[in-house]
C-alpha cells in the first residue's frame, strides 16, 4: 500500500469536530501556513482548579451568527507567542482537544484568538496535519457537507 493510500484527503476546508470542548461541528480552513491551529473565542479567562491552570472561553462557532454560543472549559497547555499573517505577535493559550475529521480522530493542539472578523472560526494548522492528511487545495469538504441550517439546528438541539 503506498503511502498516499494511508492518509486522508481533505480538502482547502472541512468540517471537523472539537467533541471533548462540546465542538460537534466547526467550519475550519485547512492552513498549511500556520504552524499551529487557532479557533476563534470571543473571550478568555483563567481561572485554577484543583492547583491546574485552566481557561474558561466562548464561542460563536457560526460565522456571523452571535446567538449561538458555547462555553467551553479546557486544561492549560502552555501559552505561545504567535505570529499573525499581517505579522502581530499574539500571546495565546494554548488548550489540547481531539480533532474529529473524515471519521478519525486525533490529539491536537490549539490556540485560541478572537477570529470575529474572520470567515472561519477555526484554522486547521500543519503540526495538526502532519503525517495524517493529503490535501487537494482544489477540493472543499472531502470529509463530507454539512449546511448552516443543519449545523445551527445541531447546536440549538445541543442539552446544556
Known sequence: MALA???LAIGWREWVGL???GLPLIKAKVDTGA????LHAYFIEPYQKDQTDWIYFGIHPIQN????SVE???????QRVVRDSGGHEE???VIQSLLQLG???WPIEITLTNRDNMKFRMLLGRSAMANRVLIDPAK???SGRNTRAKVQKLYLEKPS
Do not use: E
Open 140 to 142: 472543499s469538504y472531502l
Open 103 to 105: 471519521g478519525l480522530s
Open 91 to 93: 500571546l495565546r493559550y
Open 5 to 7: 493510500d494511508q492518509k
Open 72 to 78: 467551553c472549559h479546557a486544561p492549560v497547555f502552555d
Open 19 to 21: 467533541p471533548q470542548i
Open 65 to 68: 451568527n452571535p446567538k449561538i
Open 35 to 38: 504552524r499551529t491551529s487557532a
